[in-house]
């Protein structure tokens, strides 16, 4: 019987292989294990950690707790809902596996099963905390704390589209395991994304040529098939600002300036500019 959103599937990790050895791994009693014997919990919450350090881990990997609140109150108050919406008309017919690569709280891959009912949905991402929190929200998809540089702990040909929406990629790993008909969705910042933000913040401006650096970055293994440009307008009060600042690294450079700028705004207008780059295995 085919698993209509993916609740008769309950723990079904179909297609997961064991980022030791790349077997294929099987669930029984919430341990997914390979055939060499290597075994990994699956957390309460439901997510699986497949991490794998050479030496110490760092202290610090991946979005933090604080970084991905920010984000989910920030996208949940709908404010790049067009961006979801083009994503969905991208990703077009009920693909029937998905992996979100670099899914951080989870939001789109949300929006993406309530869309596209009957995909397998995995998501996949550095932060722990990510893979729980987004795990804790939509328990018919497949979450991972793992590294997108590293083997992907998926089987090959095993996806049909990819999103990958401000995360890293790794187009050796993207291509290994989308089918032949497989498609990557890959959603950067435009040349003039928040500006105004930009010059009160003294944030980085987005480069001029991201969109030509991904494309050469990505040509051994996909060809660029169409560029999506969207603006959105934003009109944020100061929580929104806050946030909008603290889900990018910028949380990283939280200033007592920033903190000062921010206490002065009640009411702030952007415009939010994405690009969708659609990519396909040639
Ligand atoms: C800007 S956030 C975007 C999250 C999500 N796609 C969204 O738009 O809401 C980038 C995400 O990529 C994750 N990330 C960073 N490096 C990664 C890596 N090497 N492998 C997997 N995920 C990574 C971060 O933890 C973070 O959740
Ligand atoms: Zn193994």
Redesign the pocket.
Known sequence: MRDKGGILAGMDWRGVI??????A?TETARVLR?????AFDVAREGYVNLLRWRGKPPKIVGDQAEMLHARRRFLEKGWYAPLMDLLATAVDKNPAVLLDAGCGEGYYTRQLAARFPGTRLFGLDISKTAARLAAKQLPSARFMAADVNQLIPLATNSVDVIVNIFAPRNPTEFSRVLGADGRLLTIIPAPGHLPELRTRFNLLNIEADKQEKITAQMSRDFDLIQVYPLSAPLVLDAADARDLLKMTPNYWHWTAVRQTNLAAITQFTDMARFQLLQFACP
């Open positions: 064991c980022p030791v050895c790349g077997q791994l390979c055939g060499q014997g290597h």
